[in-house]
């Protein structure tokens, strides 16, 4: 059975009511002792006078105060110890509280010395726990508020990914890694670290489970992802793959992996930073389809004019610095006007949009389509000789020539002028003049007759 701590208070100090009980306990054996001496046989009229009373109340004063003396020597001590400890540990933990940085709270540095099996030894212990967990929750925070301030100032989703994936290594501990997101209904990595064919990823059954479950898989030795770590190649222990979702709709996932396994602590923080990166990786989405929508014109899903005179400029400059060939092609629709005269604008639409689709297929991979205005287009060809140009132009030429467009029971057909020119085989100033060259080479092969390429 317990006493209540409120029971034994005296006063408000603890060796003030340790003084006055042992004072009182050593009075009252002072006053029992000789009647406990009678009982054993001792002549009353020896014990049971003023004088020896005295005498044992007086021993019993001076044991409780020596007693008292004692206590403050090895109790009192070690108590001192004890508070000049956590005094000198509050100031580091209010320091690395302010600074964010528990480094400099080592276990050698704030943890207390505990050498003793009892209650001021549990207290110390404690401490000792409440100050690891306060160092956790501080390195934890520090961890959220870095990625945090990392995810805040990026908007564009390749950075984003390659910053995102370089802060989760480093806080969970993981040798490699890789981001993915979902883009059109399929999976692409967008940024990866340590793993070898990291394309490869998109296949995984793991994967395709976390996103479906929305939830953590975490894998032991799986088997076929082979990753390579900083020296020599390394087979991990422990794979996570942590799905990203935005109001529980799949954005993409992360997937990290450890030689060594993850840490409960690792967990708890990628728990926190997966909301934050999800968050980002959002807006990031969002902001790359703006992004689309202001490079693209809304009817022909071809660059709009701004966005592709701003790439051939970057084209261009690269060609110059590079002493690569590009190749400028403008081209467009013979007699476009009689179509809308004759079939209403619509129709028109419908021949810009189909044109603009058989230009893009009959393109190189890597070549730019720009509506340049009206039923006129700009291709832009990196790495493209003069020869190349003629061949993709008349490549153009027949599609064009050879598709139709139903309209009830008519069918229409549309044929398209193409002039283009290269640089550095003829040589320009710049881009304004790669175009304005291309389109006298278009005037040309429009006063030749019309479905035809001229070249310059």
Avoid at 404 to 410: F, K, L
Wanted: net charge negative; hydrophobic share 45%.
């Amino acid at each position: 059975m317990q006493i209540p701590a409120s029971v034994m208070r005296l006063t408000r100090r603890v060796f003030t009511d340790l003084a006055i009980w042992m004072t009182g306990l050593g009075l009252v054996m002072g006053i029992v002792f000789p009647f406990f001496v009678a009982g054993m046989g001792v002549e009353p009229e020896y014990v049971l006078t003023p004088a020896f009373f005295g005498a044992c109340m007086a021993a019993g004063f001076i044991v409780g105060g020596a007693n008292i003396v004692l206590a403050r020597m090895v109790v009192g001590r070690r108590l001192r110890l004890l508070a000049g400890g956590m005094r000198h540990v509050e100031g580091m933990v209010r320091e690395a509280a302010r600074s964010g940085d528990m480094g400099q709270c080592s276990p050698e540095t704030c943890f207390l010395e505990v050498d003793s099996e009892d209650e001021i030894g549990e207290s110390g212990r404690a401490f000792n726990v409440l100050v690891e967990a306060l160092a956790l929750s501080l390195r934890t925070n520090a961890s959220v508020k870095s990625f945090t301030e990392m995810l805040a100032s990026q908007l564009e989703l390749d950075p984003l990914a390659n910053q995102a994936l370089e802060q989760l290594l480093r806080h969970s501990g993981a040798e490699a890694g890789a981001i993915l997101v979902a883009s059109e209904g399929y999976m692409k990595v967008i940024a990866s670290h340590g793993i070898r064919a990291a394309d490869s990823l998109v296949e995984s059954d793991h994967i395709r489970r976390a996103l479906s479950a929305l939830q953590r898989q975490s894998l032991s030795m799986p088997e076929g992802i082979a990753l390579d770590g900083v020296v020599t190649d390394f087979r991990p222990r422990e794979v996570l793959v942590d799905p990203l979702c935005y109001k529980r709709v799949p954005l993409g996932a992360v997937i990290l992996a450890s030689a060594a396994g993850f840490t409960d602590e690792a967990r708890s923080r990628l728990e926190l930073l997966r909301e934050g990166l999800s968050l980002a990786l959002n807006n990031a989405l969002a902001h790359d389809r703006l992004q689309r929508l202001a490079a693209v014109d809304p009817l022909t899903a071809s660059y709009n004019r701004r966005f592709g005179l701003a790439r051939l400029r970057e084209e261009f400059g690269r060609a110059v610095r590079s002493s690569t060939p590009l190749g400028v092609v403008m081209f467009d629709i013979d007699h476009f006007k009689s179509v809308n005269d004759t079939y209403g604008h619509l129709v028109g639409d419908r021949v810009l949009i189909r044109v603009a689709k058989v230009a893009r297929s009959a393109m190189r991979e890597g070549d730019i389509l720009v509506r340049y205005g009206g039923e006129e287009f700009v291709a832009v060809l990196p790495g493209a000789s003069r020869e190349d140009i003629r061949l993709t132009c008349e490549r153009l030429r027949r599609a064009v020539e050879e598709t139709s467009i139903a309209e009830h029971d008519q069918v229409i057909r549309v044929t398209v002028s193409l002039g283009g020119i290269s640089f550095p085989e003829f040589d320009v100033q710049g881009e304004e003049e790669l175009i304005r060259r291309a389109d006298e080479a278009l005037y040309s092969a429009k006063e030749s007759g019309r479905n035809r390429v001229v070249v310059a």
